[in-house]
């Protein structure tokens, strides 16, 4: 079915070239999603990934889960699988989705595929270094960041920090973005580093964030605020230190 293949090829083009886009208007992703829709009876698994890609650019996880485990059904085998699976981490990652994305990239790097970069790029955003750190150690890997990645492990071991307990945390910091309506993590740096003063160091988790001053005040008494409620141990808050930051600041590195 050539026209069938060619409205997909185009639907494909205009959902990539959104991506590089930071602000997308709503008639466009209206217009996509009907077109998508139309998909359904002859072309359900390109239809249903259209979907949740755009639900991806929409920030709708509810959507994106929805439309990738329909898409999962219909391609239960590789290499299809995979493929739905890549498309189903890059639109959890859109929304800064990264322990959601954890489960989707681990059945991908067990099918053997070179992309072991991203498999510890992800655990690490989801505060997960000691998988990171073990999953390096038995396959051998080469990251750019296994420094970091094992200063990191050690740190949380010296301070009885789980894994569980630094994904909480991060969730946290994303969940209050997410509470006020921001998805677009494509264009979002986030930073890993360590700090240091006299005898003493933390560990920063950074989001870098283009918003105003106000913005980015407000942001960040609501974290506070929102910690303070949370049970948190105190080694995690003292130790372990979520912010925000300018995006046109230069702090650090990735």
């Not at 930071?22 to 009876?41: E, G, H, M, V």
């Not at 994106?64 to 990652?93: C, F, R």
């Not at 740096?189 to 950074?206: G, H, K, L, N």
């Amino acid at each position: 079915m050539p026209e069938l293949a060619t409205k997909s090829n185009q639907l494909l083009q205009e959902l990539n070239q959104l991506r590089s886009m930071r602000d997308i208007d709503q008639f466009t992703l209206l217009r996509l999603q009907k077109a998508a829709q139309s998909l359904l009876n002859s072309d359900a698994l390109n239809a249903h990934l259209f979907l949740g890609a755009l639900a991806g650019l929409k920030g709708d996880r509810s959507s994106i889960h929805e439309n990738y485990k329909q898409a999962l059904t219909l391609a239960p085998t590789n290499p299809n699988n995979a493929t739905v699976l890549s498309n189903y981490i890059t639109s959890l990652l859109d929304i800064g989705a990264f322990s959601e994305a954890v489960e989707p990239v681990i059945k991908v790097y067990d099918y053997k595929l070179p992309i072991s970069e991203i498999v510890i790029t992800i655990l690490t955003k989801a505060g997960l270094f000691h998988r990171a750190a073990e999953l390096i150690r038995q396959d051998h890997l080469v990251v750019a960041a296994d420094a970091l990645i094992f200063r990191t492990e050690r740190f949380m071991d010296q301070h009885g920090v789980s894994d569980a307990e630094l994904q909480k945390l991060i969730e946290i910091a994303i969940s209050v973005l997410h509470a006020h309506r921001f998805f677009d993590f494509r264009s979002t740096r986030i930073i890993t580093e360590f700090a240091e003063e006299e005898d003493s160091q933390w560990f920063r988790y950074v989001i870098k964030l283009n918003c105003s001053v106000e913005e980015i005040v407000d942001l960040k008494y609501e974290l506070a605020c929102q910690l303070a409620e949370d049970d948190l141990s105190t080694e995690l808050l003292l130790n372990f230190i979520t912010a925000y930051e300018f995006a046109e600041e230069q702090y650090g590195s990735n």
